[in-house]
């Protein structure tokens, strides 16, 4: 690996991480204007045209706060937890295959920042860390309903990362490969893994909008029960790092979704328009983050249908719905690959 | 218990059948009204300070005090109108006209200082019933909006009608 490499492969992570960071801005503005279109209402329109800067501007705005940390809070925990949300949610698009590889000149660029043979693990890996951030921000807070708040969001995640991974699995039986560039690339064309997989993708969606405490799920922060639950005493850029963070994680599993089952940088016929390589990689890409933002406005869309579940729902559906389907999946899949194909 | 109204409504509750149970086709029902909404209803807000709605032909507004034909002002400073408002909100200091200021109030004695706080204001009209000389209407505006107290006490800078163009 030459300097060349090296610096292509540096600026390929500060622009991955830059491109995050942005689309997390965005979806803030975004959320704000699908709500307001779904309610009939306008939505922010005063900064910019069509209210275009107003990420600017609330994000000026958690900079000027004044930054509060409680007198009985654990001072070090309490700076830990949103830095370890904000990290956890950033490292996770590292194995995402963005696009197929470009070539310019002699140089072969992979638009994946690496393609690690346990990418599906590692990225387990890092959302069951996510949940360490609210956990510890929680608990150092030292006020009960942070606390509470944080106790509801470790056991959520936990239970519904059991049925994530079981949902996961038949999808492996059937790839046989935990490299997501691999599985990415099986999916050629149109042979999405949705068209084998259409129990375990429902089965993981609903998982990964526990996993991001998105509603219907989002009791950590259930305002009704527990004022602002996790983050109660976070102010400032504090609170704006676990907001974003929110967001970020939204991003990624909307592009593990695009990529695990809906054939990632793939489209059909992307090999019969005749288009030079580079120019299919890039079309290719434009088609992922398509698919992105269309599972980022799905977020967005079911958050302003569907009510907020009762905890004990909530545990209901996870134990008893949840993971008895994606065995059902696994025992499925595993009959139809011994003797139907 | 006899009831008031023969409105009556019989409760059910069923147990829920297996596709209530599953959530998902009531998921999808509630996806695609508000699908509906998002593609379809026009959103109703009035973007206030660029657009205006309509007001009615009898709305109350800001205040203004009336010149006549020829450009005097019309208030003889009598006071009913101070005294027919129930929020106290108008106070005023009269004044003698002196020779020579024929052209500017109509009658022998005006108001030299008129003041209506616009806080205490409820704009019932009272003043614009009780005013003899036709002098006070509440034809104008809302009143906007400010920082300081003491700049919702309205003088005549802001009251008197602006003059006829000469």
């Known amino acids: 690996m030459g300097t060349a490499d090296i610096l292509i492969k540096f600026a390929l992570i500060v622009i991955i991480f830059l491109i995050s960071l942005l689309i997390a801005m965005y979806s803030t503005y975004a959320e704000r204007k699908v709500a307001a279109f779904f309610q009939d209402r306008v939505g922010p329109n005063r900064a910019g045209p069509f209210g275009i800067l107003q990420p600017l501007a609330d994000g000026a705005k958690m900079f000027l706060k004044e930054e509060i940390i409680p007198t009985h809070a654990n ?26 590889k470009l070539t310019i ?103 990964a909008f526990a996993e991001t405490n998105r509603t219907p799920f989002d009791l950590p922060e259930c305002e009704t029960e527990l004022v602002g639950g996790y983050h109660t005493e976070y102010s400032s850029m504090k609170l ?13 599993s909307s592009a593990v979704m695009a990529t695990l089952y809906f054939g990632g940088y793939n489209f059909p016929f992307m090999h019969s328009l005749g288009l030079s390589e580079n120019w299919v990689t890039i079309l290719g890409v ?13 977020f967005m869309w079911v958050r302003w249908t569907i ?35 | 218990m006899e009831s008031l109204s023969n409105k009556r409504k019989v409760i059910e509750s069923k147990p829920l059948n297996f596709w209530e149970r599953a959530y998902l086709p009531a998921i999808l029902h509630g996806l695609a009204i508000t699908m509906k909404h998002f593609l379809f209803k026009k959103d109703v807000t009035v ?20 010149r006549d034909e020829e450009g005097r002002e019309r208030c003889t400073a009598c006071g009913l109108c101070a005294l027919s408002c129930p929020a106290e909100a108008i106070t005023m200091i009269s004044a003698e006209r002196q020779p020579g200021e024929e052209n500017l109030y109509r009658e022998e004695k005006y ?52 003059p006829l163009n000469q």
Request: aromatic fraction near 14%.
């Open chain 1, 75 to 100: 001072g070090f925990l309490f700076i830990v937890g949103p830095s370890l949300a904000i990290m956890t949610a950033c490292i996770g698009s590292a194995v995402i295959p963005w696009g197929q």
């Open chain 1, 105 to 207: 000149g002699t140089h072969v660029i992979d638009l994946q920042v690496t393609d690690i043979n346990v990418g599906v693990l590692y990225i387990f890996g890092v959302v069951s860390l996510g949940v360490y951030g609210v956990m510890i921000g929680g608990w150092a807070s030292n006020n009960k309903y942070s606390l509470l708040g944080a106790i509801r969001a470790a056991s959520q995640n936990i239970s519904y990362e059991i049925a994530m991974g079981l949902s996961i699995i038949s999808l492996l039986m059937t790839t046989g490969t935990l490299s997501l560039r691999e599985i990415a690339e099986q999916q050629h064309g149109w042979h999405w893994n949705i068209i084998y997989q259409p129990l375990g993708f429902l089965i993981f969606i609903v998982c």
């Open chain 1, 240 to 252: 704006g790092f676990y907001l974003f963070a929110e967001y970020i994680n939204m991003f990624v």
């Open chain 1, 286 to 298: 434009i088609v992922l983050f398509a698919k992105i933002f269309f599972f980022i406005f799905f």
């Open chain 1, 307 to 341: 009510p907020r579940f009762r905890y004990d729902q909530l545990m209901d559906l996870g134990w008893k719905t949840l993971i008895p389907l994606a065995i059902a999946n696994i025992v499925l899949t595993g009959l139809w690959m011994t003797f139907i194909k």
């Open chain 2, 47 to 66: 973007r206030y300070p660029e657009q205006k709605r309509e007001f009615s032909e009898n709305f109350r507004g800001m205040h203004s005090l009336k």
């Open chain 2, 111 to 162: 108001a030299a200082v008129y003041e209506i706080n616009m806080l205490r204001c409820i704009f019932c009209g009272l003043c614009e019933e009780a005013c003899p000389k036709e002098a006070i209407y509440l034809d104008g505006d809302i009143i906007p909006a400010d920082y300081l107290r003491k700049d919702f006490i309205y003088g005549k800078d802001k009251l008197v009608e602006a």
